[in-house]
């Protein structure tokens, strides 16, 4: 009978200088993990809310600009890419993917068909509202605003507010 290996990619635990850039004053709430913190940069005054999981990769960066804050329960893959900008609010339970499989036929499982990746940029001043989920390759423009349980797969215009499962323009935010 062969030996069986089993491998993991870690524990999540992380010390804040073990992150490839962290700057003054953040904080990391109970609960958060970081995994490939080699990839992950912080800007200053950072919050990150209890059992929050930035999902660094082995390849590509996790950037998070100035005082942006980060809910509670969030979860980030930055298998693609993700920059967000600075004074982003991140609302508790927001995902934010950057990696899917592809589309091979059915003769392959969508489990094993090739891994695509696309980054996500979120732009400063943005607003994702609790539960919302972005998905690789959006960005989400400048001052704009991610209704709560939004699903998006589309860019978003700066200062549009969008909302619904696909999310769709409601309006502009008034100047």
Sequence with gaps: ???RRHRSHGNGRFRPEDL???GADCVFEEGVLVFHPENV?????VYVGHQ???KGYHQNQMRIGAQTWIGQQCFFHSAGGITI???VGIGPGVKILTSTHSETGRSTPIL???VVFAPVVIDDDADLGIGSIIMP??????GAQIAAGAVVSRDV????????VPAKLLRERPT
């Design 1 to 3: 009978m062969s030996e």
């Design 41 to 45: 940069h912080l800007g200053e005054n």
């Design 137 to 142: 390759g959006v960005t989400v423009g400048r």
């Design 85 to 87: 900008g600075e004074r």
């Design 20 to 22: 490839a850039s962290c």
């Design 52 to 54: 929050t999981i930035l």
């Design 112 to 114: 094993f068909s090739p």
């Design 157 to 164: 215009a700066p200062y549009c507010v969008v909302a619904g």
